[in-house]
């Protein structure tokens, strides 16, 4: 079946440092959707990409599309402690139901 | 709105025994979902309803069942817990997917359940 990856699992970063977390789908998807889940929380839709080569930004957040629809990635300009979370992508299966990665677990030092 | 609603929030058993995790939307939601998140595998899904009275099987569906008799709940079962079924349980809701336009199908979940079996 289908399988969603994310690398890496786990990020350490220093305060005002950039972060990125990548996302690969095992089949071509229709869109892909990203979730952000603060510790002892829950998850919370953040965006939804559905071209290929797609990109959206949310402030310091930029959402990329791959060329392929395949793949996919987040990046946060200049971490700040407010972006401690851990970050999931996914993707619609064969049943259009989603798939969730692995997650990105982020941890930002003040 | 209080969105989607889950209980309880904790809860503890012995193997063998079994318990009914509830959830409950008040956004008119078509579709209902129950995951399971473990560490570092992410959201599994366990079981969804695209609609009152039908239910499908997800990824991990075994040693679950699941009933929606009414639009806004969407319940989860254990007949017999395992120390296997040790997790933390979220529900989550959406209108149909869409794929493009404006009906993006996100997800709304709840705070979710912190089981743990013994």
């Known amino acids: 079946g289908q399988q969603v990856m994310q690398i890496p699992q786990y990020q350490h970063v220093q305060e005002g440092e950039d972060f990125t977390t990548y996302c690969n789908s095992s089949?071509?998807?229709?869109?892909i959707q990203w979730y952000k889940q603060r510790p002892g929380g829950h998850p919370v839709f953040l965006i939804q990409?559905?071209?290929?080569?797609e990109v959206k930004k949310q402030k310091r957040l930029t959402f990329q599309f791959g060329e392929a629809k395949k793949n996919s990635s987040l990046h946060i300009t200049a971490t700040q402690t407010t972006d401690v979370g851990t970050y999931f992508c996914a993707g619609p299966n064969a049943g259009n139901m989603l798939t969730f990665g692995g997650g990105t677990r982020l941890m930002v030092k003040p | 709105n209080a969105g989607v609603t889950q209980t309880p929030k904790f809860r503890v058993l012995k193997t063998g025994q079994s318990m009914t995790l509830l959830c409950a939307q008040d956004?008119?939601?078509?579709?209902m979902y129950w995951y399971r998140q473990d560490p570092g595998m992410g959201l599994r899904l366990i079981h969804y309803s695209v609609g009152e009275g039908t239910t499908a099987k997800g990824e991990v569906p075994d040693g679950y069942n699941v009933s929606r008799l009414k639009k806004q709940n969407f319940l989860l079962g254990l007949e017999s817990a395992a120390p296997s079924q040790t997790s933390v349980y979220f529900c989550?809701?959406?209108?149909?997917?869409?794929?493009?336009?404006?009906?993006?199908?996100?997800?709304?979940f709840g705070e979710g359940s912190r089981l743990t079996v013994l």
């Open positions: 089949t071509t998807l229709s869109n």
């Open positions: 989550a809701s959406s209108y149909p997917r869409g794929g493009t336009g404006k009906n993006t199908g996100e997800l709304f």
């Open positions: 956004m008119n939601h078509e579709y």
């Open positions: 990409l559905v071209k290929s080569g």
